[in-house]
């Protein structure tokens, strides 16, 4: 099999975001995206998308976790080492990753607005229904001939 010096570089690109390559990796990588402007380009977008990732925020279980860490470790090692050498493996795992973590701020974004109309109808009613009840618990009150007659009866 020919050596493929872009995928050493994104293997290596992937493997330093997640934890540290050593010395000879990074000086070869370094000399590598010196002069490679697509390797470059993706170590900038791996790094955005890792970034973006971090910005997510939302409670689990401690030990789910570690198991999906442990899990996305072992799949990105099995990747690597040759079990799927495929590119659109690898882009469409990351792609089934981005909309598992997408989906659920999705729904929570689009939910928001219909929980606004409801309670924004909710305040119409009670204002309509407050509108017209309270005149009429009232009139007794500014009616005070009203109220005398009803009790000369």
């Known amino acids: ?9 994104r293997r290596l690109i992937d493997q330093s975001l997640t934890e ?3 010395p000879e990796d990074e000086g070869w990588l370094l000399e ?13 977008l791996s790094q955005r998308v890792v970034r973006g990732l971090h910005g ?3 409670e689990m279980d401690e030990g789910v976790a570690g198991r999906v860490q442990a899990a996305a ?9 040759g079990g799927l050498r ?3 493996a690898v882009w469409l ?3 089934a990753a981005a909309l598992l973590l997408a989906v659920p701020v999705y729904q929570r974004w689009k939910a928001r607005p219909v929980v606004d109309a409801a309670d924004a109808a909710l305040m119409e009613r009670v204002e309509d229904r407050v509108s017209r009840e309270v005149p009429r618990a009232l009139e007794p009150l ?3 001939s009203a109220v005398a007659k009803g009790a000369d009866q």
């Not at 590598?32 to 900038?44: I, L, S």
């Not at 470790?73 to 080492?81: E, F, G, M, P």
Request: with cysteine.
């Open 56 to 58: 997510f925020s939302f």
């Open 73 to 81: 470790t072992a799949h990105a090692q099995r990747v690597w080492s």
């Open 32 to 44: 590598h995206n010196a002069g490679c402007a697509d390797c470059v380009q993706y170590a900038e």
């Open 1 to 9: 099999m020919p050596f493929d010096a872009h995928e050493k570089a």
């Open 86 to 88: 495929n590119s659109g």
């Open 20 to 22: 540290q390559i050593g």
């Open 93 to 95: 795992t990351v792609a």
């Open 142 to 144: 500014l009616q005070p």
